[in-house]
């Protein structure tokens, strides 16, 4: 089974300034997908970005970007430029590729970490 | 985008009603639809899998007669809490994919249940 582990529960950051949030999983499969989402207070599960293990290339989405190590089985969260908009709860999710069976689509989710934005 | 709608967002009950939630696909087909239960500052804990037209496959710990799932149309899943106690208060969740595109997960936005 696949395990996902976000090692920070609480993270701040200052507006304007970077912060990277950290993600590993456990994964014996070699094609799979990973996903960072953001739930601000409103409780909204949001899709910040998506990484596809085969691509080499790490994924960006304006002011987010991935670093994906798929031989450490780490994919961190940067977000520049943090806006107090920002603030949320981030989970990493990693998904199997593998389109056959009854949990197609199924989310493994690590625990999130808190963000906070200061002023 | 697709979209995933969620009713009610709110629910407010009594101690041994049943709740029913809802969980629609407006602009995709949802070949299966999951249901997740979340705790304030926790992660999304998956309590089922259903696939439209099978039964539901529930996760370890999680009483499929206190949860009952249908998934009767490609459209719509619908979660029921039966006999809810206080315990059961809590944040649920619907998300829904297709096995006919590549996208990833589509979750409604929630629904809080309060039992007094």
């Known amino acids: 089974a696949q395990t996902v582990t976000q090692s920070q529960p609480e993270m701040s950051v200052q507006e304007a300034e970077t912060v990277t949030l950290s993600c590993t999983y456990d994964?014996?499969?070699?094609?799979?997908?990973l996903f960072w989402y953001k739930q601000p207070p409103s409780r909204q599960m949001i899709l910040v970005i998506r990484?596809?293990?085969?691509?080499?290339q790490n994924a960006t989405e304006n002011r987010f970007s991935v670093n994906f190590q798929k031989a450490a089985k780490s994919f961190s969260l940067k977000i520049s430029d943090s806006q107090l908009g920002d603030a949320a709860m981030y989970f990493c999710?990693?998904?199997?590729?593998?389109?056959?069976?009854?949990?197609?689509?199924?989310?493994?989710f690590g625990q999130g970490t808190i963000l906070t934005v200061h002023p | 985008g697709a979209v995933v709608s969620q009713h009610p967002s709110r629910v407010i009950c009594k101690s041994g009603t049943s709740v029913k939630i809802e969980c629609r696909s407006l602009?995709?087909?949802?070949?299966?639809m999951f249901w997740y239960r979340q705790f304030p500052k926790q992660s999304l804990m998956l309590m089922a899998t259903?696939?439209?037209?099978?039964?539901?496959?529930?996760e370890q710990g999680v009483e499929k007669d206190k949860f009952l799932i249908n998934h009767a149309s490609l459209t719509l899943s619908t979660l029921t809490v039966t006999s809810a106690h206080p315990e059961d208060s809590s944040f649920y969740i619907c998300?829904?994919?297709?096995?006919?595109?590549?996208?990833?997960?589509?979750f409604g936005d929630g629904t809080r249940l309060s039992i007094l």
């Open positions: 999710a990693y998904k199997t590729e593998d389109a056959g069976g009854t949990s197609y689509g199924k989310l493994t």
């Open positions: 602009d995709f087909q949802a070949t299966t």
């Open positions: 998300s829904a994919s297709s096995r006919l595109s590549n996208q990833p997960q589509h």
């Open positions: 259903s696939n439209e037209g099978s039964k539901a496959t529930y």
């Open positions: 990484q596809e293990a085969y691509k080499q």
């Open positions: 994964t014996s499969e070699s094609d799979y997908y």
